[in-house]
């Protein structure tokens, strides 16, 4: 089937990484359908008001239709004029699809708000269906609780018109229905790459890495740094990568100084995703120190290359660990950080590479994708 896929985030201009975990998905599905991406995205700098760029590769017909972000002071006429050029880029976008590729028959939008209630525009006027999937943590940090009553209503009714409504994890299906929007989720995962590079060797057991933007509300890279400090006080030789950047990357510089962990910690700064793997290879255990997780791509890139991971249970890495691949933890507790650091330097060798990928098998490739969508696709046509 012809389906036009409208995400908020995607890969483009400003941000090549920016939701790559969402072209992964819509690249898996392409094997089995017709998938046409149109992308509106802001741009500060942009040489013309409107340009669009065209890629179509393995199966995935993808229109970037950028247009230039209003820089005005004025809050209430900078999202205005910005919301003008949202819907004119994507008015630009939708009639060179009709030319190119035709009517879709079902639309397939990604984060709410503003991409779903084009979904719901266009899917009226088309009289098709469309479904909605849901990979924000907005809806467990208390953002979305803390928008005005009219737009989670906007959001409640755009989920009611939605055929279909997917969540990323079963702990954000869960968070979906208690904000009432929608019920019933289909849960379809990431795609986790890296099953089908060479499996590295185990790496040096008293290395550790973080990949994360430095957003410290979110990603608490801070406590990581003194559970660092903690663990080498009792007298234990370990040592910390940091790869991401991000708003409190000079705090955080500066509490590395402040605790005496100079020597002990490498800032990465951003890197490509495949560099990311490639650095990784290179480490004994992977750590995710958040305070919320939707899904948590990078548990799943770190067990896919035989990376044991410490996690906290901050509501994605849970789908991923087992007691054969890594340690879950509370969130926000450094003690528990580091006794779990220490418990994985000393005992390392007992999560053989081999093993540890075992564990993310089949359950996360893009093929298990693909048929999680193919058939919320087919239920959506069914009843829509």
Known sequence: MHVLVLP???????DPQLGDFIRKQMLAVAGAHRMSVIYPCPVEDLSSLYQQELDHQNGLWELRCYYRQ?????????????????????????????????HPELIHAHILTRPVCAAWWWARRWHIPYIISEQSSVHLDGTWQRKSGL????????????TRFTAVSPHLAIALSRAGLGKGHGVVPNVIPGMDRPLPPPGPSNTFMMVADLVDTIKNVSGALRALAAARAQGHDLRLDVIGDGPDRQRLTNLVTELGLVPYVRWHGRVPQADVLKAMAGTGTVIINSNFETFSVVTGEALASGKPVIATRCGGPEAFLLPANGLLIPVADDSALTE?????????????????RATVGARFSAEAVARGFDVIYKKALAHG
Not at 8 to 14: A, C, E, R
Not at 76 to 101: D, M, Q, S, T
Not at 151 to 162: E, G, I, Y
């Open 8 to 14: 908020k985030w995607y890969p483009g201009l400003p």
């Open 70 to 102: 209003s820089t005005s002071r004025i809050k209430p006429l900078r999202k205005a004029v910005n919301l003008v050029r949202y819907r004119k880029a994507l008015v630009l976008g939708i009639a060179r699809l009709l030319r190119e590729r035709g």
């Open 151 to 162: 737009a989670r209503s906007l959001d409640q009714f755009l989920a009611r018109k939605a």
């Open 340 to 356: 779990a650091m220490i418990h994985m330097a000393t005992n390392h060798a007992d999560y053989a590479p081999q093993a540890v």
